[in-house]
């Protein structure tokens, strides 16, 4: 079937991948015989649509499992969706709110059952939006965090951390988000540079009145204290409404300005209560005064301080950041409202001090991007420092590996400074807590319970299996109390952290806690794919589940790459305004261009720049290939005898595999020097490219794979094959042998390209199955993506061809230039003397004239040991051979000699004002780094430039 004459993925792509799941080829069952291969996909979001950073995270597991696919390997890719309980909940109450209803008007049951019902309309869209990037997931296998089976694992593995001593409840200051209304972990509250203010408040000292806060409004000035009788104490702070909070006022033991009023009292300005002045060395004598509030219930520093010096933990806020337990002019407010009434009223009465512009990190909600107040609250907590140690030496001994490498210290740092995990959130979509209140035990203190007012402080659970008074941890609801016989428990209305069903993710998808074949075949699973800011997220308690569950790492090697960003280098967001649609690149460039392009668009774990307009590359690519294929299956239907049968039919399978039946198509004398050379080119890409992928330096894989098959295979040696095809007699050995090794050739390069465009490869190399000279005859796979991955022979590796042939492309190369630059007509063919010592290189040159004419462009061709260059000649000398053309009537000398002095003076001055520019520092030290490094290789490209035309000027110039 002939190819049609342009290449366009719309009609090829859908229905080549409805085939292959068709066909069942990305399908992976337990087989003793073959050694598995497994990844498990990093779950997308139920909420997510397909954005670049998806495309580049599962382009590249899509290029590890086919490429173990084609090695041979049983690979498995396990595909799933996370239920996102914050995200998922928030997309859902956004939908209720345009219907003018709450969560709350709904009641739990009724808006859960909203959520499933969302969750079957669109919580598979990111799913098939993958299958369009071609990703070959064993769609059968497909999971969610909130099947039954998942659902199943969480409980088992909750109830055996918590029986370990490993889960406990308790009071702690934890991240709050007030917009979300739900407790999030350090690492869902990352801290962003905020410009702020800094708040100075003077709190009079018990028995000295109130004074006039020295009346000094917003100027700068040390407190009014001396060592006798200070009246007040001035506090500086970032967030003065939670003031009203404060239960003491700390300073460094050590420091002099306030040793006589350590013990003492001040008095809290418009709360008009006593709190105590207390030494800490943990107090800061340089920032702000050197004097601290301490608000134990909305601080993490505070709270370490309230439990040492036995102070009140007072709540001042509601679960949306309204003010509570407050004096009445407070009560109610939004905690910014707060703040600003608060800072009028103390300016009114003379509590406020200086106010200085302060940077700040705060911390933001990683979904809303809220602002998160620090807040006491009872809290479920995982102990993560007993789980660490065994995920710290598996990489410390080598059993766990990042790419790149630097990753491991991040890993590691924190790991060794872990804190425990704050796994409760007060939503209601989500793992519901396997936990039951007893409210005659327990007075009904459930974590349901946020605990408004005055709060007092629970420590951990003492010692494991030590059961806590009124709590029953159970995965399905006790019929009595097994401590009092009530029968009136209530289960706890929080839900699991959505990282704690993903953590369990590479054995849970696999069947645990059920020992089933599939775990005990498939676990550990191999490399995981993932981006760097979910290393603590997932990746590190994957480690960590992975040891206490399955007593082994789930993974042996993690890659991390970078991030998808403009051209600019900003991050691809909707509010920028700079997001490129993968779909919509897929839909004008094909998919393969998009996989190509983010492929080779960045180094191991670096950042990608992209635009648009590099997409146009991976579409090029792909229509060279089709275009090359077209050429070789005409050639292939031009007649003659078949090659060899399939290499895996034949005892010497070895040499037959490798150069597909090559070497019994033809004797010695029917392989050329050009033959040689594309042969043994072939061998080093294969090695390139399997060393490459085994590094995950897969941008360099694509790389080599681009420059064999645009540059070697498509710009020289199809030119050759045409050569040889047109200027031998039909049906001759060295005719058979160019058709075997055009076939050999670009079938062997189809699947080593296969894992990185898979489209256009499979659609190609079916077509080549039908060739007469098709290497695959027998015992035929039916997919490109069944077909060996290709060894190479280091017997067809010639040296000496390659470097003959390199000679030759070489003069072929100057001999067009000078054409090109000096501007020789295209129907001329001047004739070309080529001058060498070397009795070697005049054999090899006479031995290539017929090729040397049709690729130079030239006429006779003169291959001489010395001669005498002719007056009107162009000359160069490339690789020890002096190149002579003479151009006299070919060309007018004088006007091309002006031509080219314009164009040296022109460049000059282009490069003049590019040096100037980059001698300017103001543009140096202001301008966009890539603004500058654009400039600087804009001066590269100019002074190459510049340095070409003054040597084609000098020919010129001599002739």
Request: hydrophobic share 35%; proline share 7%; aromatic share 10%.
């Given at each position: 079937?002939?190819?049609?004459?342009?290449?366009?993925?719309?009609?090829?792509?859908?229905?080549?991948?409805?085939?292959?799941?068709?066909?069942?080829?990305?399908?992976?069952?337990?087989?003793?015989?073959?050694?598995?291969?497994?990844?498990?996909?990093?779950?997308?979001?139920?909420?997510?649509?397909?954005?670049?950073?998806?495309?580049?995270?599962?382009?590249?597991?899509?290029?590890?499992?086919?490429?173990?696919?084609?090695?041979?390997?049983?690979?498995?890719?396990?595909?799933?969706?996370?239920?996102?309980?914050?995200?998922?909940?928030?997309?859902?109450?956004?939908?209720?709110?345009?219907?003018?209803?709450?969560?709350?008007?709904?009641?739990?049951?009724?808006?859960?059952?909203?959520?499933?019902?969302?969750?079957?309309?669109?919580?598979?869209?990111?799913?098939?939006?993958?299958?369009?990037?071609?990703?070959?997931?064993?769609?059968?296998?497909?999971?969610?965090?909130?099947?039954?089976?998942?659902?199943?694992?969480?409980?088992?593995?909750?109830?055996?951390?918590?029986?370990?001593?490993?889960?406990?409840?308790?009071?702690?200051?934890?991240?709050?988000?007030?917009?979300?209304?739900?407790?999030?972990?350090?690492?869902?509250?990352?801290?962003?540079?905020?410009?702020?203010?800094?708040?100075?408040?003077?709190?009079?000292?018990?028995?000295?009145?109130?004074?006039?806060?020295?009346?000094?409004?917003?100027?700068?000035?040390?407190?009014?204290?001396?060592?006798?009788?200070?009246?007040?104490?001035?506090?500086?702070?970032?967030?003065?409404?939670?003031?009203?909070?404060?239960?003491?006022?700390?300073?460094?033991?050590?420091?002099?300005?306030?040793?006589?009023?350590?013990?003492?009292?001040?008095?809290?300005?418009?709360?008009?209560?006593?709190?105590?002045?207390?030494?800490?060395?943990?107090?800061?004598?340089?920032?702000?005064?050197?004097?601290?509030?301490?608000?134990?219930?909305?601080?993490?520093?505070?709270?370490?301080?309230?439990?040492?010096?036995?102070?009140?933990?007072?709540?001042?806020?509601?679960?949306?950041?309204?003010?509570?337990?407050?004096?009445?002019?407070?009560?109610?407010?939004?905690?910014?409202?707060?703040?600003?009434?608060?800072?009028?009223?103390?300016?009114?009465?003379?509590?406020?001090?200086?106010?200085?512009?302060?940077?700040?990190?705060?911390?933001?909600?990683?979904?809303?991007?809220?602002?998160?107040?620090?807040?006491?609250?009872?809290?479920?907590?995982?102990?993560?420092?007993?789980?660490?140690?065994?995920?710290?030496?598996?990489?410390?001994?080598?059993?766990?590996?990042?790419?790149?490498?630097?990753?491991?210290?991040?890993?590691?740092?924190?790991?060794?400074?872990?804190?425990?995990?704050?796994?409760?959130?007060?939503?209601?979509?989500?793992?519901?807590?396997?936990?039951?209140?007893?409210?005659?035990?327990?007075?009904?203190?459930?974590?349901?319970?946020?605990?408004?007012?005055?709060?007092?402080?629970?420590?951990?659970?003492?010692?494991?299996?030590?059961?806590?008074?009124?709590?029953?941890?159970?995965?399905?609801?006790?019929?009595?109390?097994?401590?009092?016989?009530?029968?009136?428990?209530?289960?706890?209305?929080?839900?699991?952290?959505?990282?704690?069903?993903?953590?369990?993710?590479?054995?849970?998808?696999?069947?645990?806690?059920?020992?089933?074949k599939d775990l005990d075949y498939f676990y550990p699973t191999d490399t995981l794919v993932t981006a760097q800011e979910i290393i603590f997220f997932w990746v590190a308690r994957m480690v960590m589940a992975g040891y206490f569950c399955m007593k082994d790492l789930p993974f042996s090697n993690v890659y991390i790459h970078g991030t998808v960003r403009d051209i600019t280098g900003k991050k691809m967001s909707k509010s920028l305004g700079n997001i490129i649609d993968p779909l919509d690149i897929i839909k004008q460039y094909g998919t393969d261009a998009l996989r190509y392009t983010l492929i080779t668009s960045t180094a191991i774990g670096q950042d990608i720049f992209l635009s648009e307009e590099r997409f146009t590359a991976g579409r090029n690519f792909a229509n060279k290939l089709w275009n090359a294929t077209r050429f070789v299956l005409a050639a292939g239907d031009a007649g003659g005898e078949a090659p060899a049968a399939r290499p895996e039919s034949r005892r010497d399978s070895r040499r037959a595999r490798t150069d597909g039946g090559v070497s019994q198509a033809a004797g010695p004398a029917a392989i050329t020097v050009p033959d040689r050379w594309i042969l043994s080119r072939l061998q080093h890409t294969v090695m390139a490219v399997t060393k490459s992928l085994d590094a995950c330096l897969f941008n360099e894989a694509a790389t080599a794979l681009y420059d064999f098959l645009w540059h070697d295979f498509c710009d020289w040696y199809l030119e050759i094959a045409k050569v040889q095809l047109q200027h031998q007699a039909p049906s001759t050995k060295q005719q058979e042998t160019t058709k075997a090794i055009l076939v050999h050739v670009l079938e062997t390069g189809l699947r080593l390209l296969h894992p990185v465009m898979p489209f256009v490869t499979e659609e190609l190399w079916q077509q080549l199955q039908h060739t007469a000279h098709s290497t695959q005859h027998t015992d035929k796979a039916v997919s490109i993506m069944k077909a060996a991955w290709p060894k190479p022979d280091k017997k067809l590796i010639d040296d000496e061809a390659e470097s003959q042939f390199e000679r030759f492309t070489a003069v072929v190369g100057a001999i067009r230039t000078t054409r090109a630059e000096l501007n020789v007509p295209p129907d001329r063919k001047p004739p070309v003397h080529l001058i060498t010592q070397h009795a070697a290189l005049r054999s090899f040159f006479e031995s290539q004239q017929s090729l040397l004419k049709t690729l130079a462009g030239v006429g006779e061709v003169h291959v001489a040991a010395k001669a005498q260059k002719p007056k009107d000649a162009a000359s160069a000398v490339v690789d020890g051979i002096e190149v002579i053309l003479p151009l006299a009537g070919l060309i007018d000398v004088d006007k091309e000699r002006a031509r080219k002095q314009q164009q040296v003076e022109e460049l000059t001055k282009h490069l003049q004002q590019a040096e100037a520019r980059l001698k300017d520092r103001h543009f140096t030290e202001k301008a966009p780094a890539e603004v500058v490094q654009g400039a600087r290789d804009r001066k590269t490209q100019l002074e190459e430039t510049l340095k070409k035309t003054a040597e084609h000027l000098a020919v010129l110039q001599a002739m």
């Open positions: 079937m002939e190819l049609p004459s342009q290449y366009n993925p719309q009609t090829v792509e859908e229905s080549r991948y409805q085939w292959w799941e068709a066909q069942g080829l990305f399908q992976a069952d337990v087989d003793p015989t073959r050694k598995p291969y497994t990844i498990v996909i990093p779950p997308p979001n139920i909420t997510g649509i397909l954005h670049m950073g998806h495309a580049l995270n599962n382009t590249i597991q899509d290029i590890l499992i086919r490429w173990k696919r084609m090695q041979g390997f049983n690979a498995l890719w396990v595909p799933g969706t996370d239920h996102a309980g914050i995200a998922t909940q928030n997309v859902v109450e956004r939908a209720l709110a345009k219907e003018g209803k709450t969560r709350q008007d709904l009641g739990r049951d009724a808006f859960i059952q909203r959520v499933w019902q969302w969750k079957e309309q669109y919580g598979n869209t990111i799913l098939y939006q993958l299958k369009r990037l071609g990703s070959s997931c064993d769609w059968r296998r497909t999971r969610f965090t909130m099947d039954e089976g998942l659902s199943e694992a969480v409980l088992d593995v909750f109830i055996r951390l918590y029986n370990d001593g490993l889960i406990y409840r308790g009071n702690y200051i934890i991240n709050w988000c007030p917009r979300c209304q739900t407790a999030l972990a350090d690492e869902e509250a990352p801290r962003k540079d905020t410009q702020g203010k800094l708040y100075h408040i003077r709190y009079p000292i018990e028995g000295q009145g109130a004074g006039d806060g020295g009346q000094g409004k917003k100027k700068s000035h040390a407190p009014r204290l001396t060592p006798h009788a200070p009246d007040f104490i001035e506090v500086a702070t970032t967030r003065p409404e939670t003031m009203l909070g404060d239960t003491a006022i700390a300073v460094h033991p050590k420091d002099k300005r306030y040793k006589a009023l350590i013990g003492k009292h001040a008095i809290l300005p418009l709360v008009n209560r006593k709190i105590s002045i207390i030494a800490d060395e943990q107090v800061d004598k340089a920032f702000g005064t050197g004097a601290v509030k301490v608000t134990p219930a909305h601080d993490p520093v505070d709270f370490q301080l309230g439990k040492k010096h036995g102070l009140e933990f007072i709540n001042v806020m509601t679960d949306d950041a309204h003010m509570t337990n407050v004096p009445k002019a407070y009560e109610g407010l939004d905690r910014l409202d707060c703040r600003s009434k608060l800072i009028v009223d103390l300016e009114q009465q003379g509590f406020l001090g200086a106010i200085d512009e302060h940077q700040h990190n705060v911390g933001h909600c990683y979904r809303c991007h809220t602002v998160v107040e620090p807040r006491l609250s009872p809290q479920w907590f995982v102990k993560m420092k007993p789980l660490a140690k065994p995920a710290i030496e598996a990489v410390k001994k080598g059993k766990l590996k990042f790419s790149p490498e630097r990753w491991t210290k991040v890993y590691l740092n924190w790991m060794e400074n872990i804190e425990d995990w704050c796994i409760s959130r007060q939503i209601w979509w989500g793992h519901r807590l396997p936990v039951w209140y007893c409210n005659n035990c327990s007075q009904g203190q459930g974590a349901g319970d946020r605990g408004q007012g005055k709060i007092p402080t629970h420590a951990p659970r003492p010692a494991p299996h030590a059961p806590e008074l009124g709590v029953i941890v159970s995965k399905s609801k006790p019929a009595t109390c097994p401590q009092c016989g009530n029968v009136d428990l209530k289960q706890d209305e929080d839900v699991l952290d959505t990282w704690f069903s993903s953590w369990l993710w590479p054995f849970s998808t696999l069947g645990w806690p059920n020992k089933t």
